[in-house]
Structures are given as structure tokens and as C-alpha cells.
């Protein structure tokens, strides 16, 4: 099993690696100019050289995306949990839901920085509108989905609905939850930098407009990469959280009960 | 489903009669759906278990042995008629029912020692101790119980990593680790083989004479029923009806060679008789 995993992850890295090196390789033998693709080391190096200067806006994307992810995960989980305890709440909200959510996300920007000004507050509402909607439906879904038998094991010791809902609902549906979330915390990168982008003075999505139109490619990707860095490190913190809560549907806890 | 309001016995105490009851059902009939889709599950039923029988309930498929059941637990409503255990209509009851189902139903996110605990989590009185008592008295109660199964050490481990005899042995210390007064069992059995299934029967036959509860079993299985029962229930096909209602006097605690012995046997046959003439009956009026 170890060795299995060992040799995954160093195929993985090479990979990543073998990226870099072809884009590099790319770069030098075509003689590409760097304001139309940087190589990858021009980027690394801009990247430290620039760091101080990012990091403010580095600590401003991860605020307003954590902020704008935990207000939508709220919002989405108790929507979920009232979607998915009544069959007709379900059935009466999807229309709707798949509505809202088949609205592309840049389309309410404007009308964001229309109601609230250019800033924090469109990107943290965007970043909360984008995610929102895969928590809603895994939540929805999960707790619909939930075996009756299960319930009726609690049912027929005379337990209330919300002794049901917290002893077999919720447990059953974490593994939908720590699927969604894991959706969600990318999409709500998304949406906060797609924000930033077009109404905002501060954050990564601001520093990469602005590189742009200095024509200072690298800094561009040099934002592309943090972007890429943060979100996978988003990704890896909610995977080994829903490890350690969920292994149960993966059956990953052998060790432990052995 | 539809309660049907009923003065007299609204949540009060019913009087104590001579032997005491602890299940009546009088006239309790059930239909699932309404109007041109409504499917009669159970004809009117009247049927009195008292304290401490171990009453088995046996018919064709689908005669509504199982609505019998949920009837009993609360998970279904009569239709029409009422249905009082343990003194109290079952619409108003806060009663100390173990059930297990054919499925094992162990929930897959907790170790076999939570699952059989999980009643103590739900029911009072345990419930309000739940939290300081889970990890001393009730976790060693719950490992009593398995190794009563012969599940001994076992409590750690995740359900998936157990069999299907060994999740229907947990599921049984599931049942009874509140000490219910009543035990409700539909098919446990049902998906084990012969072996594992009589050596289950014994535990539970054990289990029953120990704790005494009352216990009412839906089985297909007639030696099941003569095996472990003190009184048998024949139901007639859907919408079902009690055809037969006779009691099993062998001598206890009973052994499976027993199950081989002429008077068995004819117990048996004269089963098998009522279930198959209510089958034909059914065909007939199906044709």
C-alpha cells in the first residue's frame, strides 16, 4: 500500500516537473519573446522579486475567497439540509436552483459593484454566489438520497426528526459535503478573482490586470502561479479533512480498526 | 396515512387485564396510497400478545406480516381500528421497542460498538447520561452483549469489515442493548445460511430466555417459527388476515435435532398446509 502511494506521488511530481521543463525547453529553442509567453524561470524569478509587493494582494484574494467560501458553505448547508429533508421542498426549489445557477457568475458582477461599489464587498458576494450552489445541491441530494432503513432504525426508538437528521442525515451526507466542498473552495477562487478583475483596486486578479496592461507579462504569470499555488493548497487542507471525517465511505480507516 | 381519532383510548392507560398485554391490535387494518391507487396491506386484525410471549408471524410473501411490525413500532399508522402496546396507543407512545430488520442497517460511519449503542444515544433514561457513560459502562455493556453473540473484540471495527452473520449478530445487541420489554424482528435471518441461521436461532432463543422479553418475529422460515417461537401467527395472502393462531409447547430450551423429531415435523407440515392453501386462494383471486 505505502510503496503504491510513495511511487503515485513521485509520478505526480515528475509530471509537474517534466511541465515546467518542456515549457522551458519550449521557450528558449523557439526564441519566444517573454511579453507573449515568459519562461517558467523569468516567472519564478519576478515572482520572488515581487513578493513583497504581492503578498498584501496575496493576503486580500485568500480573504475575500475564504470569506465569500465560508458564508456560501453556510448559506449552502442550511439551504441543503431545509431542500433536502422535504421531498416537496425539493422537488418545489430545483427548478429554480438550477436557475440561479446556470447564470454565469461574470454576468452579476457588475450588478454587485452597482449595488455595493467597486472592492472587498462584489468579490467576497461573488466568490459566495459561485460557490454556494454545489454545497446546496450535494447537501440537498445526500440527505434525500438517505436509506430509509437507516432512518427507520432510529424511527422505531421513537427519535425526533432532528435526532434522525443529526445522528444519520448529516453523517451520511459528509461525503457529498466534502465533495461539494472541495468544488467550492475552487469556484469560490473564481469568483473572488473574477471580481477583482474587473472592480477592484486591490487583490491578485487587480495586480494581473494591471501587469497587463504595463505589458509585464511575467508579473502576469507570476499571479497565474500564486493563483494555481493557493488553490491547490486550498484543495490539499479540504482533502485531508474530509480524510479524516469521511474514510468511512472510502474505507480508507483499515489500519486504525485493525 | 391517516390517524383515526378515537376517544377512548387517546394516550390513556388502558386497565391492566389479568395476564397483562403488551401488544393488542384490535381491528387495526392498514392501506397504503389513496384513492384508485390505494393497495389494502392488512384486512382488519385483531391479535393480543401478552407479556413475555415470543409470538412468530408467518405467511406467503407480501401478506403484510412486516406492516404487522412497523404497526407495532410506530411506523405506520392505522387506517382504520387501534393498536396499543405496552398500555399506550402507539400514536402517543414513548415505549422501549429493539427492533432489527432483515438488513443489518449498521450505520457505516461507526464502529459496531457505536452502532449497538446508538439506542442508548436516542432512548431515555440512558440518553441523558449518554455522554459521560458512552465510554465506561455503556461501552462495556455493549461488548457483554457481543460477546453473548460471540462477537468478542470485535466492537472496534467498521461494519464493512464485518460478515453478513456477524452484522446480523451485531444487529441482534443492537436490539436489546436498552433492555427493551419488547422485541421486534422482521426476517433477521432471512439473507444468512442454514448453519449460520441455526446458530443464531440458539443465541436468540438464549438471548429470550434470559432477558424475557416479548418478542415478535416475521419469518418465512417454519422451522425458524417452531424453533424459536411459543406461539404461531399464519397470515393469510395480501390484504393479509391471521388464518391460525397456535401454540408451539416444546420443550425449551429447544435444540435443532428437535426440528428433525415427527412432532416437528407435523408442526410444521400442518404450517405449510395453511400457507399454501392461502397462496392458491390468492392465485385464484388474482386469475
Same mark, same amino acid.
Not at chain 1, 117 to 120: E, I, L, M
Not at chain 2, 188 to 192: N, R
Given at each position: 500500500m505505502f510503496g503504491i502511494d510513495v511511487r503515485q506521488k513521485a509520478w505526480s511530481a515528475g509530471l509537474i516537473v517534466l511541465f515546467f521543463l518542456a515549457w522551458e525547453l519550449f521557450c528558449l529553442m523557439t526564441g519566444m519573446s517573454d511579453l507573449v509567453l515568459p519562461r517558467p524561470s523569468q516567472v519564478f524569478v519576478t515572482l520572488v522579486e515581487r513578493f513583497p509587493v504581492l503578498w498584501p494582494h496575496i493576503v486580500q484574494t485568500l480573504a475575500t475567497t475564504m470569506l465569500g467560501f465560508v458564508l456560501g458553505v453556510a448559506l449552502g448547508v442550511a439551504l441543503g439540509a431545509i431542500i433536502g429533508v422535504s421531498k416537496t421542498a425539493y422537488d418545489t426549489c430545483y427548478p429554480l436552483l438550477i436557475g440561479f445557477s446556470s447564470i454565469p457568475k461574470v454576468a452579476v458582477v457588475p450588478i454587485f459593484v452597482l449595488w455595493f /461599489?467597486? /472592492?472587498?464587498v462584489p468579490a467576497v458576494l461573488t466568490a459566495l454566489s459561485i460557490c454556494f450552489f454545489p454545497i446546496v445541491v450535494n447537501i440537498a441530494t445526500g440527505l434525500a438520497t438517505t436509506e430509509p432503513e437507516l432512518e427507520d432504525v432510529l424511527k422505531a426508538l421513537g427519535a425526533s426528526k432532528l435526532d434522525i437528521l443529526w445522528n444519520v442525515g448529516l453523517p451520511r451526507t459528509m461525503p457529498f459535503f466534502f465533495a461539494s466542498l472541495k468544488v467550492a473552495i475552487s469556484y469560490a477562487f473564481v469568483g473572488a478573482v473574477l471580481s477583482e478583475t474587473v472592480a477592484?483596486?486591490?487583490g491578485i486578479g487587480n495586480v494581473m490586470m494591471t501587469a497587463s496592461s504595463n505589458f509585464n507579462v511575467p508579473l502576469v504569470f507570476a499571479g497565474l502561479f500564486v493563483l494555481a499555488g493557493l488553490g491547490v493548497a486550498l484543495y490539499v487542507v479540504f482533502s485531508l479533512i474530509e480524510g479524516q471525517v469521511t474514510g468511512w465511505a472510502t474505507r480508507k480507516n483499515d489500519a486504525i480498526a485493525t | 396515512m391517516r390517524m383515526q381519532p378515537n $376517544?377512548?383510548? $387517546?394516550?390513556q392507560p388502558v386497565p391492566e387485564t389479568a +395476564? #397483562? @398485554?403488551a401488544i393488542e391490535l384490535s381491528e387495526a387494518s392498514v392501506t397504503f396510497g389513496?384513492? $384508485?391507487? #390505494?393497495?389494502?396491506?392488512? !384486512?382488519?386484525t385483531t391479535l393480543k400478545i401478552a407479556d413475555g410471549e415470543f409470538v412468530a408471524l408467518v405467511g %406467503? !410473501?407480501?401478506?403484510g406480516k412486516s406492516t404487522i411490525l412497523r404497526l407495532v413500532s410506530g411506523l405506520v399508522q392505522p387506517t382504520s381500528g387501534v393498536v396499543i402496546v405496552g398500555g399506550r396507543e402507539v400514536a402517543a407512545r414513548a415505549l422501549r421497542v429493539g427492533m432489527a430488520f432483515?438488513?443489518? @442497517?449498521?450505520? %457505516?460511519?461507526?464502529?459496531i460498538e457505536r452502532n449497538i449503542m446508538l439506542p442508548l444515544k436516542i432512548v431515555e433514561p440512558f440518553r441523558s447520561s449518554f455522554r459521560r457513560l458512552r465510554k465506561t459502562e455503556y461501552r462495556d455493556k455493549a461488548n457483554a452483549l457481543l460477546e453473548q453473540v460471540?462477537?468478542?473484540?470485535?466492537?472496534?471495527?467498521?461494519?464493512?469489515?464485518? !460478515?453478513g452473520g456477524m452484522l446480523q449478530r451485531a444487529n441482534l445487541c443492537r436490539a436489546l442493548i436498552h433492555e427493551p420489554r419488547m422485541l421486534l424482528l422482521d426476517e %433477521?435471518?432471512?439473507?444468512?445460511d442454514q448453519f449460520t441461521r441455526e446458530e443464531l436461532w440458539a443465541i436468540l432463543q438464549t438471548l429470550w430466555m434470559t432477558h424475557k422479553p416479548t418478542v415478535l418475529l416475521v419469518t418465512h422460515d417454519l422451522r425458524e417459527a417452531g424453533f424459536l417461537a411459543s406461539r404461531i401467527c399464519v397470515m393469510s395472502a395480501r390484504p393479509g388476515r391471521i388464518l391460525d393462531d397456535s401454540r408451539v409447547d416444546f +420443550?425449551? %430450551?429447544? @435444540?435443532? #435435532?428437535? @426440528?428433525?423429531e415427527p412432532d416437528f415435523v407435523a408442526l410444521n407440515q400442518k404450517l405449510r398446509a395453511f400457507i399454501e392453501d392461502a397462496r392458491s386462494t390468492a392465485q385464484q383471486g388474482a386469475g
Open positions: /461599489g467597486s /472592492g472587498t477592484s483596486n486591490r | $376517544d377512548r383510548f $387517546d394516550g +395476564a #397483562a @398485554t389513496r384513492g $384508485d391507487r #390505494a393497495v389494502p396491506a392488512l !384486512s382488519k %406467503p !410473501s407480501g401478506c432483515q438488513n443489518p @442497517t449498521m450505520l %457505516p460511519w461507526m464502529t460471540g462477537l468478542k473484540g470485535f466492537g472496534t471495527r467498521y461494519p464493512w469489515q464485518l !460478515s %433477521p435471518f432471512g439473507a444468512l +420443550a425449551r %430450551p429447544r @435444540t435443532v #435435532a428437535m @426440528t428433525f
